[in-house]
């Protein structure tokens, strides 16, 4: 093992935390400036908020080290699934606000501004409230540990259902920097730059990162294309820094200073149109309405240049939108970690602000200029922990600490309307009307053009909590580890809808050739599209207070052989809930959706064999949450209208299996799989709706078969596959004077739904995703160029799947196809 030397005025604390990674825990090679390790077991990790080797924490938690992410390309949270199994996110081509990690097949959700993650999501030992400040690039990674179970006895925030916790690299009083610059297909072109050093001698170092990336998307809008510029979607441009500051005024302390800034610019969330359901459906009616025939109904206003009807595009990797922007993400963030050695005790100081500006505009589907939403958002968050460890290595080992959280989430979702909407929005009753002449048909037009409202929504938190876990070594084969945390959080939100713009008045005054009907078939319109506005509604406060707890005992069978189990409770704070689709005083528009609980066993095993050659770690699992907080979709009567809901599901369960291996046969060749099976069901009766006919499963209490129930008790959970492995090896061997390496990861995912209405059309079938490396480097590892391939057989998947509707088509995102990239680094 490798350790690099560290001042002398460094605090132990600091020189423990500046342990290498040489092997991650999937048999990588070591860190870029060293030779590698044939001993899988010195992985440092701090889940437990110190340093310790991986192999002695009884918890299931996986690390990918900083050498294998750099080698493999990992820079984001939407890598991690390929290399982490039981973990999904949202798509990478969505948004900032639909950031919403799963563990085990739970937690995963769409947007919702005033709920908490499932999984937290910790940078530096900053707890980011709002899911969406993940959205981020990251240079100078150290470790990613992905901890599964519920947390908040030591880690975070409390949750219930896991944690990722990013762990980048603290400045370094040694000189040194990194450039790298990479470019591929997709027009991509990526920069990356690192420094460190001492800036006075054993007292005062720094690390400054930078970070550019830049990429085409995977789909083209074909109508904001002109000539060679060609617009495309799901995209990447991005730019972020980070400025860091190590103090070490003594060798019992040091301070960390931390300051960083992303902004990204780029168009995404959208995918395309592919189908716009059958024309009969499975009982033999026709289908009288959907997205093609509304067209073809109304194409006296919507045409083709040369007069014709317009007949919107149905297909893969083009889409004509007229109105959609790209998501803009401004965020910053300051921290500060206080470490001081107090007699054998040490003292943490974590204190944070962070701020993100995120706006957005999803556009319509088509050349028209009908209806654009999206969402202004402002999110802010300051925190402060304190915590007391003692010193390692007694009969008790034990942390104290306190923690604050002073949070907000201001939302405000617009509606625009443009000149087509009227056509678009109008019943066929009232087009009728107004499509007659041209006096109507400005009527029409002005019906909604203009229009402009919002939905604002302003959630806030504040969280005190006091917690403390203490390891009890029985014996120095035993130990019993307790853990409890106290929360007490008071939440508050509030909402009004504001009509901004309320356009023109359809009155025989501005409209003098128009007849009363047409009049009254316009303000018809206008009248149905409007949401009565209101002003701040208040709605009522949650006082809470929440426990969390585990208790877990551990055995080491031997040096290298640790058995472990663990039972625990975690916690995820309710809030308030607004109904978009209704109104005060209504009694369905106020919700206090409760907090979401979990209840936890584990037992597992982590060992190294063959001389320390193998490691094998093999964990089972069962969770069960209550008052599951979740997102659920309702077609409305007339067949056509589906709306979207929060609530609290009955129960969730999930139970299963998963392992990690990896092998080094020696310094050249080491091999790695991890892979897990997951059963995620709802434990209990849950009905959810179904907007188009599967006849595989029947109808449910007789409800009408194109708007059935379907019972969703013991069935998977969307988005939870229920077998996924991850397979690689990694070789590399001198040639010439030079380092040779050959790099294969192969992902597998089965089949899953990707909707929660597990529509067959949402469904996507078992795939494999294969990423190769190849590189070439001194021997020294000054100078590396590399080959990167990504889906390198050009896998044809979705990430993402919507049902049809009368007024929409079945959208769907795809993954990236194959993707070469070139990767040039130095060390300097």
């Known amino acids: 093992m490798t ?18 990674l040489l092997g991650v825990i999937c048999g990588a090679t070591a860190s870029a400036a060293d030779e590698p390790t044939t001993d899988l077991g010195k992985v440092v990790v701090t889940s437990r908020n110190r340093e310790e080797f991986a192999q002695d924490v009884p918890l299931p938690v996986q690390v990918l080290g900083g050498a294998q992410l750099e080698r493999d390309g990992v820079q984001s949270i939407w890598d991690l699934p390929e290399k982490t199994p039981n973990l999904q996110l949202n798509p990478p081509g969505e948004n900032a606000r639909k950031v919403s990690p799963s563990i085990r097949g739970i937690g995963r959700n769409g947007a919702n501004d005033s709920a908490e993650g499932s999984v937290g999501t910790i940078v530096d030992g900053v707890t980011l409230y709002y899911a969406g400040q993940a959205w981020a690039d990251y240079v100078d990674l150290d470790r990613i540990e992905v901890l599964r179970g519920p947390q908040g006895t030591l880690m975070g925030k409390n ?36 420094s460190t050093g001492a800036i006075i001698d054993d007292l005062l170092a720094f690390r400054g990162t930078f970070v550019v990336d830049r990429a085409n998307g995977l789909y083209t809008n074909t109508w904001q294309s002109f000539g060679k510029a060609k617009e495309t979607w799901n995209e990447s441009n991005k730019v972020g820094g980070r400025l860091q500051f190590l103090l070490t005024p003594n060798e019992n302390i040091s301070n960390r200073l931390i300051v960083d800034k992303l902004r990204s610019d780029e168009r995404v969330n959208l995918g395309f149109q592919w189908s716009d359901g059958p024309d009969v459906w499975a009982d033999g009616v026709p289908r009288t309405t959907s997205y093609l025939k509304k067209f073809a109904a109304r194409s006296a206003w919507f045409r083709d240049a040369d007069g014709t009807a317009y007949q919107p595009p149905l297909g893969l990797r083009s889409f004509e939108n007229a109105e959609a922007r790209p998501q803009i993400t401004d965020q910053w963030g300051v921290s500060n970690d206080l470490r ?59 942390q104290v600490g306190l923690y604050y959280l002073d949070a907000q989430v201001y939302s405000d979702d617009p509606d625009y309307n443009g000149p087509d909407a009227g056509a678009w929005f109008a019943s066929n009753s009232q087009y009728s009307t107004l499509i007659t002449n041209a006096a109507g048909r400005e009527l029409m037009r002005a019906s909604l053009d203009g229009l402009y409202q919002s939905l604002v929504t302003d959630a806030k938190v504040k969280s005190v909590a006091a917690y403390g876990q203490t390891d009890w070594h029985v014996t120095d084969k035993a130990t019993l580890t307790v853990g409890v945390r106290q929360t007490h959080e008071r939440k508050t939100n509030r909402a009004s809808d504001e009509l901004d713009r309320p356009g023109i008045p359809l009155t025989a005054a501005y409209f003098p050739e128009a007849t009363a009907a047409q009049l009254a078939a316009a303000n018809g319109v206008r009248n149905n599209r409007i949401d009565a506005p209101y002003s701040w509604y208040y709605g009522r406060p949650i006082e809470a207070d929440l426990t969390a707890w585990n208790i877990g005992p551990s055995y080491k069978i031997t040096k290298d052989v640790l058995l472990y189990a663990s039972a625990g409770k975690g ?71 589906a709306l979207t809901q929060w609530t609290n599901a009955p129960g969730v369960k999930a139970r299963g299996v998963e392992f990690e291996a990896s092998y080094q046969l020696d ?162």
């Open 3 to 20: 350790v690099v030397s560290v001042p002398s005025r460094a605090s132990s604390s600091a020189k423990r935390g500046c342990v290498v």
């Open 159 to 194: 949750t219930t259902l896991g944690a990722i916790n990013i762990v980048t690299k603290a400045p370094s009083f040694t000189r040194g920097s990194t450039f790298e610059i990479a470019s591929g297909n997709l027009n991509s072109l990526k920069g990356k730059f690192s």
């Open 340 to 398: 001081w050695i107090i007699g054998g005790l040490t003292l943490t100081s974590i204190s944070a602000y962070r701020y993100q500006d995120f706006d957005i505009k999803n556009g319509g589907n088509t050349r028209f200029y009908t209806s654009n939403s999206g969402q202004q958002l402002w999110n802010k968050q300051l925190s402060q922990e304190l915590r007391l460890t003692s010193e390692p290595g007694k009969v008790l080992d034990y």
């Open 571 to 641: 916690v995820k704070s309710g809030f308030i809930y607004f109904n978009p689709n209704s109104a005060p005083p209504a009694a369905d528009f106020e919700t206090t959706i409760k907090p979401e609980e979990s209840l936890d066993y584990e037992l597992g095993v982590k060992s190294l064999l063959l001389n320390r050659k193998l490691q094998l770690n093999v964990n089972l699992y069962q969770t069960k949450l209550t008052d599951y907080q979740t997102s659920f979709t309702v077609i409305e009567d007339d067949g056509q209208t």
């Open 667 to 828: 310094n050249r060749l080491s091999f790695n799989a991890s892979g897990a099976y997951n059963r995620a069901t709802y434990n209990s009766e849950w009905l959810v709706q179904r907007s188009e006919i599967d006849t595989s499963l029947p109808a449910y209490s007789g409800v009408n078969i194109r708007n059935r129930f379907i019972d969703l008790e013991d069935e998977q959970i969307s988005n939870a596959p229920k077998v996924t492995v991850n397979l690689g090896l990694n070789y590399q061997v001198p040639i010439a004077g030079y380092l040779g390496r050959v790099t294969v990861n192969n992902s597998y995912r089965s089949g899953t739904y990707l909707n929660a209405n597990q529509s067959q059309l949402s469904y996507q079938d078992a795939y494999n995703l294969t990423n190769v490396g190849l590189g070439v480097s001194t021997l020294d590892r000054k100078y590396e160029l590399s080959l990167l391939g990504r889906n390198i057989f050009d896998k044809f998947y979705a990430t993402s799947k919507n049902t049809y509707a009368a007024t929409a088509a079945s959208t769907l995102q795809l993954g990236a196809p194959r993707y070469w990239e070139i990767v040039f680094r130095a060390r300097i």
